[in-house]
């Protein structure tokens, strides 16, 4: 049991939007940085820990812009089992590893 784990790890909120490092993963459609949030999170030995995580490529549109949506769409959305699947299953490895939720 390391009870202690959650000392070594940063605290982050549930929703929260944080910078995925470049070498941990970029965007695999156009190479921009990732950001994260966590939408659900498991208890245990105390703890909140991230459990379902979520990338957003750091070239997002605003959500209000319909035509920058739809071609950021477009360009990132291919096979996402074979582009996208891969790359968020590293970020929330990465993610349960070395955060935890605070609050
Ligand atoms: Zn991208």
Same mark, same amino acid.
């Given at each position: /049991? &390391?009870?202690?784990? !959650?000392?070594?790890?940063? =605290?982050?909120?549930?929703?929260?939007?944080?910078?995925?490092?470049?070498?941990? !993963?970029?965007?695999?459609?156009? =190479?921009?940085?990732?950001?994260?949030?966590?939408?659900?999170?498991? &208890?245990?030995? =105390?703890?909140?820990?991230?459990?379902?995580?979520?990338?957003?490529?750091?070239? &997002?549109?605003? %959500?209000?812009?319909?035509?920058?949506?739809? !071609?950021?769409?477009?360009?990132?959305?291919? /096979?996402?089992?074979?582009?996208?699947?891969?790359? &968020?299953?590293?970020?929330?490895?990465?993610?349960?590893?070395?955060?935890? %939720?605070?609050?």
């Amino acid at each position: /049991m &390391e009870s202690i784990g !959650a000392l070594k790890k940063d =605290g982050i909120s549930m929703g929260e939007l944080v910078e995925v490092p470049r070498d941990v !993963a970029v965007c695999p459609y156009c =190479g921009s940085g990732l950001f994260f949030e966590v939408n659900e999170a498991c &208890e245990e030995n =105390g703890y909140w820990w991230p459990d379902d995580v979520s990338t957003h490529c750091s070239d &997002e549109p605003p %959500i209000d812009d319909d035509l920058q949506w739809e !071609a950021f769409i477009s360009s990132h959305s291919l /096979m996402p089992y074979v582009y996208l699947l891969p790359v &968020e299953n590293k970020v929330r490895d990465w993610v349960r590893d070395n955060f935890f %939720i605070k609050d």
